[in-house]
């Protein structure tokens, strides 16, 4: 057995010589070395030799095993770098072509009419506050004044979740979460995501942008007027000069309660699908906090006093960029978002 040991290491190293291919070390490796090679037939034969020879022939085998491997390996190494070396022969990068310009991309333009918006308002004093998108009935509508017979709480308008979960409708909720957590007086504004069961059209969208603002004081430093102000001004510093209306409207968790309208960018007042022919545009809708609200929060509405607001982002970003349909913005088409590469924003 010692005699067949011998060729079997004679005739791998022979093989396994300094030109040796790569299929010539594979096949040396699964003869000699796999599960039915030369070495393990013999190891498995042991069982017929002698026992005063089995240890002379088991240490045998382990050496030559170990030669044969380590022949392999370095065989393989030295393969590998050849074929990197005629990879790189092959493949000579020449230095003297010219450049492969990538395009840069940008911030979506809604996000970026979102950071404008912002930074209006932290100039005027409030500041942002982030809740969560996935809420329950208390802080999307109860606590909000809803009752519970009100439509939007029918399946047709909100998601809801297993578990009495829900999708947020509006970013209202912020205004209670935020108030869970804090006293007046505060100028907040919460910005973010907000899920209603709409179809995709010109103006509406199932998945939008909103920004809910609001400021709380003690009752009597906070009135509809300061409202008014914070709001034409914001109008003004976004849109440029035009022309803005404040109508009565009903919102369950303000008393009183109004949109704000601006002369239709678009159209110039002359009717158009955006600001369906009646020449203004509803920008946002606000009023005075209902003391409901501030009862939900444990703050008497015998000593305190706040209004808040609510936008559309996307809505808004119509107005803005001058764009008639808001589809526009999910369709993800770079021809389109190209063009607006350097929408005004900064940073806050």
């Not at 037939?41 to 042991?46: F, T």
């Not at 007046?184 to 909103?210: K, T």
């Not at 109008?235 to 035009?242: C, I, L, P, R, V």
């Not at 606000?286 to 703050?299: E, F, W």
Request: with cysteine; hydrophobic share 40%.
């Amino acid at each position: 057995m010692k005699d067949q040991l011998e060729e079997i290491r004679r005739r791998a190293l022979a093989e396994l010589g300094d030109d040796a291919e790569a299929e010539v070390v594979e096949n040396v490796r699964v003869r000699v070395l796999g599960r039915s090679g030369e070495l393990t037939e013999i190891m498995r034969g042991m069982r017929d030799v002698a026992p005063a020879e089995r240890p002379i022939i088991g240490k045998l085998v382990n050496d030559i095993k170990r030669e044969v491997e380590a022949r392999i390996e370095a065989l393989q190494e030295h393969l590998r770098a050849r074929q990197l070396e005629r990879s790189l022969a092959s493949a000579r990068l020449d230095v003297t072509l010219p450049g492969v310009r990538i395009p840069r991309g940008h911030v979506h333009p809604v996000t970026r009419i979102m950071e404008e918006m912002l930074d209006i308002l932290c100039g005027m004093g409030f500041e942002v506050e982030y809740t969560q998108d996935v809420e329950d009935d208390f802080h999307n509508f109860a606590a909000l004044n809803f009752p519970p017979n009100h439509p939007a709480r029918d399946m047709q308008d909100t998601f809801f979740l297993p578990g009495g979960m829900l999708l947020r409708t509006h970013t209202s909720n912020g205004q209670i979460r935020v108030l869970e957590r804090r006293r007046p007086p505060l100028a907040v504004v919460c910005p973010g995501g907000c899920y209603r069961r709409d179809d995709l059209s010109v103006r509406a969208a199932p998945a939008f942008n909103q920004i809910e603002g609001f400021m709380i004081d003690r009752r009597g430093r906070i009135t509809m007027s300061h409202l008014k102000g914070v709001l034409t001004e914001f109008a003004k510093e976004f849109f440029g000069e035009t022309r803005v209306r404040f109508r009565g409207s009903f919102f369950p968790f303000t008393e009183p309660s109004a949109e704000l309208d601006i002369y239709c960018l678009l159209c110039s007042g002359a009717g158009c699908a955006v600001c369906k022919y009646s020449g203004w545009t509803e920008v946002l809708g606000c009023g005075m906090i209902h003391p409901n609200v501030l009862r939900a929060v444990k703050l008497d509405p015998n000593e305190y006093q706040g209004f808040a607001f609510g936008m559309g982002v996307e809505r808004t970003a119509l107005m803005k960029l001058g764009i008639d349909d808001l589809r526009l913005f999910y369709e993800n088409d770079v021809r389109f978002l190209g063009q607006f590469p350097s929408v005004a924003g900064g940073s806050r």
